[in-house]
């Protein structure tokens, strides 16, 4: 390889490079310097037949975001509702039909994932499952719903967010969606962010967190009291 084509590679490699990481600056919340509306998303005007897509993370997860959503009211109608469960909870499926059941508006639908992370795994297992996690997610989230990515993805942990979180992300830098990542804290998390947070924190759009100590100490939080 002579000189001029060793420059000409190096430089288009460099080029390339340097575009992705302004693409990256600009689609990265954690590097937006706007002021964040603070205003809850279901005041807005526009949500008639938004796409919103919920993670159920059962156990605690699930009855902190089923309580949640019962205080929007007849709001929750004015959303098109996928319900994202991990596999095996079917106690998030009852609670959320259950929900359901007060709704008007019937049009949700349910998609099946693979746990990311089983209670009391070691470090291995927990990798392999997240990483199963992640292909299930791009199969039954991202390749099938390619045209009807959500306008919205509300979480509150556990690790199951975090594949669908950053698969969304990357069609977000991709183009293909503008998809609002927002993420609430446990109530559990009164004085740091839970690992899930922490790993969230730089694509999500808004993080809610219920203890005021929270929103002081990490400067994208918001503080809108105690939601459950």
């Known amino acids: 390889m ?15 490079l340097l575009c992705v990481l302004v693409r990256l600056i600009i689609v990265l919340p954690a590097c937006n310097v706007k ?8 005041t807005n005007n526009n949500i008639k037949n938004t796409k919103l897509t919920i ?7 699930t009855g902190e975001m089923i309580r949640i959503l019962e205080q ?50 070691n470090k291995l297992s927990s990798l392999i499952n ?5 292909k299930s997610t791009f199969n039954h989230i ?3 719903k390619w045209r009807g990515l959500p306008k919205v993805f509300l979480t509150n942990g556990p690790g199951t967010a975090i594949p669908i979180a950053y698969l969304l992300f990357i069609c977000k830098f991709l183009g293909v969606c503008d998809t609002k990542i927002i993420y609430i804290e446990s109530l559990a998390r009164v004085n ?25 100490k990490y400067k994208r939080c918001e503080y809108h009291g105690i939601l459950i």
């Not at 002579?2 to 390339?16: D, G, K, P, Q, Y």
């Not at 002021?35 to 279901?42: G, L, M, R």
């Not at 740091?192 to 002081?216: A, C, H, M, N, Y």
Request: hydrophobic residues 35%; proline residues 3%; negative net charge.
């Open 142 to 144: 991202i390749y099938q």
């Open 192 to 216: 740091d962010l839970s690992l899930t947070g922490f790993l969230i924190l730089p694509i999500s759009d808004r993080i809610i967190v219920q203890w005021e100590p929270l929103s002081k």
């Open 35 to 42: 002021q964040f509306n603070k205003e809850p998303f279901t």
């Open 72 to 121: 929007w009211g007849d709001k929750l109608n004015n959303f098109n509702r996928q319900y994202v469960i991990s596999s095996g909870d079917s106690t998030s499926i009852h609670k959320l039909q259950k929900l359901e059941e007060t709704t008007d508006n019937k049009d949700y639908q349910i998609d099946i994932i693979h746990r990311a992370n089983n209670i009391g795994s």
């Open 130 to 134: 997240t990483l199963i996690s992640f």
């Open 55 to 61: 993670l159920l993370g059962s156990g605690g997860h």
């Open 2 to 16: 002579n000189e001029n084509t060793f420059t000409v590679i190096i430089s288009t490699f460099l080029i390339l």
